[in-house]
């Protein structure tokens, strides 16, 4: 991967870490499956109006908007919202780098190999701790709902590498017409349409302008800037060489909600997370080429003439 690409994927980093702490604050007044529906719907109208559709296969496009849209993000607004702390929930959303990595070695075919191998049982074995530790301190719900939000972004990843889309951004918005319809109906189902309606109703009181400034936030920069970046790469090079660098977004994640409300991770979970991290980066390491042999020529017998 180029520097210039480098320098990208840790851009989407940063956008990505401090979009935590942003929808903490998104969900302090909207309710979690309403919000991903609103999130989305705000990328999605303008997209319908003003974008034409990437040239990439129905089934592909569908596959980013469930993976990545309506997955990742009703199971991490559900964790979130059931007590997960927003710089944990940026450490084990990581889980999405070595999902990433085995979909596309049995989805994609691509080569896994013994280094990549060593790394995912590394950062499972981090997540697991992480896991087995809230479950004895706290609900573990959370953690398996994180989990299961990064499988969604996962499945995201490998749709969008199978797209191929000669432009990323407008797959990025195309991909956000899939979540609204299918997440207000979840959410009219589980959350009532009574809340919905009150968080919609005094949304423009001054106690609800952090969440509607964090939403904002969400929309913009960790979707428009984020995936249009995320998804670029994507098309570019191998799922397995972009998805690690999402290793960096706890590092801001962290730090973000330290920041923002004062969250600090007990030495167990630093210690695993450092697992789940360590892990991601052993994957994400190119193997070493094999330096060739020089052979001498071979003298080719002279032609007639």
Do not use: K
């Not at 990025?172 to 309606?197: F, H, K, Q, Y």
């Not at 670029?232 to 972009?242: K, Y």
């Amino acid at each position: 991967m180029p520097l210039r690409d480098r320098l990208l994927a840790c851009l989407v980093a940063v956008c990505w870490g401090t979009n935590f702490p942003a929808t903490a604050l998104a969900l302090e007044h909207f309710p979690p499956l309403f919000a991903v529906a609103l999130r989305f719907a705000l990328v999605a109208l303008p997209a319908l109006l003003l974008v034409p559709r990437p040239p990439v296969a129905l089934r592909w496009l569908v596959g980013v908007g469930l993976g990545i849209g309506l997955l990742q993000f009703a199971f991490l607004y559900a964790g979130m919202a059931a007590g997960m702390p927003s710089g944990l929930a940026s450490l084990v959303l990581q889980a999405s780098a070595p999902f990433t990595v085995l979909l596309a070695g049995i989805w994609l075919h691509e080569r896994l190999s013994a280094r990549q191998l060593a790394g995912v049982l590394l950062a499972v074995l981090g997540l697991a701790a992480i896991a087995g530790h809230r479950a004895q301190t706290a609900a573990w719900l959370p953690v398996v709902l994180t989990l299961c939000g990064a499988l969604g972004w996962a499945v995201g990843n490998v749709c969008s590498r199978r797209a191929r889309a000669p432009n990323a951004l407008h797959l990025t918005l195309w991909s956000a017409t899939i979540p609204p319809l299918p997440m207000l109906a979840l959410a009219l189902a589980v959350e009532g349409p009574d809340r919905i309606l009150r968080s919609l109703a005094t949304a423009a009181t001054a106690d609800a302008l952090p969440s509607v400034l964090g939403l904002l936030y969400v929309v913009v920069v960790a979707t428009l800037v984020g995936y249009g970046i995320w998804n670029t790469l994507l098309s570019r090079h191998p799922s397995n060489v972009v998805a690690p660098f999402s290793m960096l977004v706890p590092v801001v994640g962290v730090l973000a909600s330290w920041l923002a409300f004062g969250e600090v991770l007990d030495p167990v979970e630093l210690v695993a997370g450092a697992f789940v991290v360590g892990g991601v980066l052993v994957a994400s390491r190119p193997a070493r080429r094999r330096r060739s042999t020089p052979v001498a020529p071979v003298t080719q017998p002279a032609g007639p003439g």
